[in-house]
């Protein structure tokens, strides 16, 4: 009976969550200013600014050029009434202002004469950045070419900014699509049957729909920032641990059921037996995401409670619905295999039997190689640029605006759609307009305008936006400006917010890498009972990681080429391969303890990479399939998380856990359950019984 209540509460909080689930998208906020946390200069110079500007207003570049030749008469006429048409353009949304354009400058001819330039200033309404895409559109249809041969484009930042609207748009579902193929291909080969893969993925959809429901309620009641990234990840999260408890219920469950008759039993059994192991490893990953909140972007901050609720919620499907699933469902579900009673463990002699035993001939020779092979692949690092990106290196594919902002950096002053915003006092107006325009790499700046007590500046960058160059510029401009005696100056706009994110993108890693190290290492020896073991474990996932960052950079720049990699990256790449890392080492640490109670420190690691190596690998597998879905995205930012957390995974997976730990293992012998009870000389009596493994 019980077994159905469990299936009635969960249809009915999936019927009741579905309608708050599908509102998450509309939710998100991908506007890097926003990430910031309230003490940053370039936040502290936006509620300034707005004195100045409109609230909420977007620059945008309109560039015309002809690739055969200079710029006409008529060109310019063109591009003239362009500009008056433009000054006219609005949106509206349930009869409200969603996007107008407040200001059209230009046409401006460049020195060269190959090129015009408008600058126009677009304010946004309550959707904020997500009302950029439909205006630029309809900019862009106002100044596309007549068939003359002039060409013409929408850069800047509203530019950007709606081109990296449109290319989240719709990426949801590609990305779910491309995760339940790659789950359901591997749950097929893993169980060789037609129809059990069916109930993971529902699980899994089940604990996805109610997690974005919670996630959302969480962003309406405390405010908290998802971004298009932290959503696409728990995505693949969810799918990728919730399959991994699958394997692991399943495996026990089969067991079980070649031992028991009654199927109730059997899954009794299973779960009393796997439970606290998937309750450790969800506990683990949980842990190392709630350490998120220690950082100042608010983006990486979000990422903490977005992932947590997406685990918490798929350990507690995973371990009740799937469990009654099983039941209800019977044995037929693992035909045309069906494990019935008496029938033989095929584990006993299999490939890790096999594996283990040529391991435990030379444990010592076996954890050296995997170490000298995992750091030769970490001297990959050397390469990885963790700068950010340009404009333009954030699209895996070339929208408008990259092509337009091209244009505009070969023939104008490459930072004209993404002005610098200086603002003082109004005491130090002269003072600050001529330091601004006396600063290296500022092409221009316009006259200090005061109001309300306040200077504002406003001056474009001779180099590109997001360029190592214009962040220079950004630090020479705010040494320059800072020195203006009672000035409290400050320096905004796109470049400083960028460098602004970059900065606290590396203060984040050195605040949450030692806490989720810590907090980890914790878990593992309350889990554990033991020092050496967490100790063991947590090194070589470090190891792994710093192979996978290595590997990962030669990568991208030899098959994808990608020259650059988010701020971010680093730590969304160690919070998530380190924590599924240590996922999978607990899985293997607690059976080996398991096993050691019963047969002694060398046949319970043996017996342990026999029964637990087959369904780790799948399990690895599959997690490395889910966050490499995110490859098919055409943001440079998720595929990189992507392709570094599969690697990462499938090393710990196929290298660390399966032949480092095991090898480290078996020539610590006792002393890695140290100082607890199995450390004792007395339990290596028990290596007298038989090792359940293949010569």
Sequence with gaps: MSKWLVVVFWIVVFMGTGSLSAKLASAQQNDAAQWLPGDAESTQTLEVTQRFLPPDTYPALVVYHRPDGPITAADREKAAADARRIGGLERTRDGEMDARVVRADGPRLSEDGEALQTIVQIKVGERGWIALGPIVDDLRDVVKSDGGGLRAHVAGQAGFQADSSKSLTGLDGRLLAATVLVVLVILVLTYRSPVLWILPLLGAFVSLNVAQAIIYGLVQGMDLTVTGSS???LTVLVF??????????????????RRERDRHRAMAAALRRSVLTVAASAGTVVLAMLCLLAADLNSTQSLGPVTAVGVVVTFGVMTTLLPALLVVCGRWLFWPVRPVPGAGEPRRDGLWARVGARIAARPRLTWAAAVVVLAAMAAGLFNLNAGGFSGDGSFRNE??????????????????GSPVQVVARAAAADEL???????PGVAGAGDPVVREGYAYVEATLAAPPGSPDAYRTIDRLRAEVHAIPGAEAMVGGGDAVNLDVRRA??????????????????????????????????ATVLLAFAAALGLSALV????????????????????????????????????????????????????ALAATGGVITSAGVVVAGTFGALAVLPLVFMAEIGVAVAIGVLLDTFVVRSVLVSALALDL?????????????????????????AD
């Design 231 to 233: 959503s696409f990840i």
């Design 240 to 257: 990728g641990v919730g399959t991994d408890y699958t394997l692991l219920i399943v495996s026990r469950y089969r067991e079980e059921l």
């Design 399 to 416: 929208p408008d605006s990259v092509v337009g902002q091209e244009v505009n950096d070969r023939h104008f002053a490459a930072g004209a």
């Design 433 to 439: 307009g001529s330091a601004v325009s006396g600063v």
């Design 505 to 538: 993108a590396e203060s984040d890693r050195a605040v949450v890498i030692p806490l989720v190290l810590l907090g980890i290492l914790v878990l593992l020896g309350l889990v554990l009972r033991a020092v050496v073991a967490p100790l063991v474990l947590v």
């Design 556 to 607: 991208f720049d030899a098959v994808f080429g990608f020259d650059a990699t988010d701020p971010s990256f680093p730590l969304w790449a160690f919070v998530f391969i380190v924590a599924l890392g240590v996922d999978y080492n607990i899985f293997l640490a607690t059976r080996m303890r398991e096993e050691t109670e019963r047969r002694g420190p060398r046949a319970g690691v043996l017996a």
């Design 669 to 693: 012998g006792r002393w890695m359950w140290w100082p607890g009870r199995l450390a004792r000389p007395a339990e290596d009596a028990r290596e007298a019984e038989p090792v359940p493994v």
